[in-house]
Every structure is written in structure tokens, then in C-alpha cells.
């Protein structure tokens, strides 16, 4: 599904380039529940951005789901993340007035699906996350855990082949953490391929594969076995 080959980004910021990736050669396949962390500057953010298509490496090649990312223009890496890509962020990026359905449509009406199909898709996102019954509410009337599955609802409602979830339990308390961690493990084993970027070890140790992010390096590349625990 992912495949990178001696990825480079350098940043130039006048008389100093910064090297944010240096080489890095990853492989991740469908199905599979990842974790990037690192430190801040460690270069996992600028991971996050490429694999989301995001941003442009300096030099390497990226290859998602059997086609090459380099040489595309930008609507056709827009295309590409709506179809492949369901972003999640630490700061939900929820529209506030409009109603938790109408900001899991968003990504619908842009893909131009018709609206009888956008109801559907739309029931159907919100009921995987336990969410039915706030379809009606609006941003302020939901709790912040609430708000994350709006999100994760949002993020799914393409149907991507890839959920990838920035900080996505930044903003929460540990028990609201623990419930976020497990909609993801649900819907690992339903079949998404999940990758969560963090900075807490305790969140990269609840994924099946903690990928450290060190100086733009991968430092270690491990497997978990998936563990429910208070954070």
C-alpha cells in the first residue's frame, strides 16, 4: 500500500537547508495499525504531511496503492487524498455551524455525491462511531470525544484506504483517549489500514507497529501486541 524509497525533505531556509527526512525507506501494508512517534522536530510530522500527500519529498520516491506520487500536479494529489486518505487532527477542524452531519458530508459534496447516497454514507459513518443519535448537534453542543468522532466519522465516509490521524488524542482526557484508541483498533480490525502520529509512547504502544522518528531518521521499527490500558 505505502512504499518509500530513500525519501529526502529539506527545507531551504535561505543560507541553511534543514533536513527534516534524511533517506527514509518505509514500507506499510494494507490492514495494518502504525504509529509514528517522536519528539517534536523529529521529522514525524513532515512524515505525516508526505504520506498524506500533503507535501512533496525533496528527492526519493513515494509509491500509494501501486502508483507514484511524483511528477502530479496539485488537483491531481487532491484527487488522490480524497479518494485514498481520511485525515484526522488533535483540533477536530470541525466547521461550527453547521451540524455533525453536515460536517461528515463535507467530504461528499466535494467528491459530488448525490445527496440520497450522501444520507446513507452518512448514517452509516456516524452509527460506526457511536454517534446516531448527535447527528443533529452542532460542535458546541458536543463533548470533546464527541467532537474527535465527528471527526473520525468525517475521515471515514470516503471510504480511504488510509486513516491517518495527527495527535488525535491531544485534546482529550485519558478516559475519553482510551474510548478514541478503540474506535481505531474497531476499525483496524474491519479492515482500515490506521496510522497515528504522536508524541506519547503510551498511545504508539496501544498500535500493533511503533515506527521512532529520531533527527528524520527511523530509529527503531517494532511490532506491539495491541493492549487496552488506561493512558
Request: hydrophobic share 40%.
Amino acid at each position: 500500500m505505502i512504499k518509500l524509497d530513500k525519501i529526502w525533505k529539506i527545507y531551504d531556509m535561505g543560507k541553511i537547508k534543514v533536513e527534516a527526512l534524511r533517506g527514509i525507506d518505509l514500507e506499510i501494508k494494507a490492514g495494518e495499525f502504525v504509529s509514528i512517534v517522536g519528539a517534536s522536530g523529529s521529522g514525524k510530522s513532515t512524515m505525516m504531511n508526505i504520506l498524506g500527500c500533503l507535501d512533496r519529498p525533496t528527492n526519493g520516491k513515494y509509491k500509494l496503492n501501486g502508483s507514484y506520487i511524483e511528477g502530479l500536479d496539485e488537483d491531481e494529489l487532491a484527487r488522490i487524498r480524497n479518494k485514498n486518505v481520511g485525515f484526522i487532527f488533535q483540533t477536530f477542524n470541525l466547521v461550527p455551524r453547521v451540524t455533525a452531519f453536515h460536517n461528515v458530508e463535507l467530504p461528499l459534496i466535494y467528491s459530488k455525491v448525490k445527496a440520497s447516497e450522501r444520507e446513507k454514507r452518512v448514517a452509516i459513518a456516524l452509527e460506526r462511531v457511536g454517534l446516531s443519535d448527535r447527528m443533529k448537534h452542532k460542535p458546541n453542543e458536543l463533548s470533546g470525544g464527541q467532537k474527535q468522532r465527528v471527526a473520525i466519522a468525517r475521515a471515514l465516509v470516503n471510504n480511504p484506504s488510509i486513516i491517518l490521524a495527527d495527535e488525535p488524542t491531544g485534546n482529550l482526557d485519558s478516559e475519553t483517549t482510551i474510548e478514541i484508541m478503540e474506535i481505531f483498533k474497531k476499525l483496524n480490525s474491519e479492515g482500515a489500514t490506521v496510522i497515528i502520529v504522536t508524541h506519547e509512547v503510551e498511545i504508539a504502544a496501544m498500535t500493533n507497529r511503533q515506527i521512532t522518528f529520531k533527527d528524520g531518521k527511523i530509529v527503531s521499527d517494532e511490532l506491539n501486541k495491541y493492549r487496552s490500558h488506561e493512558v
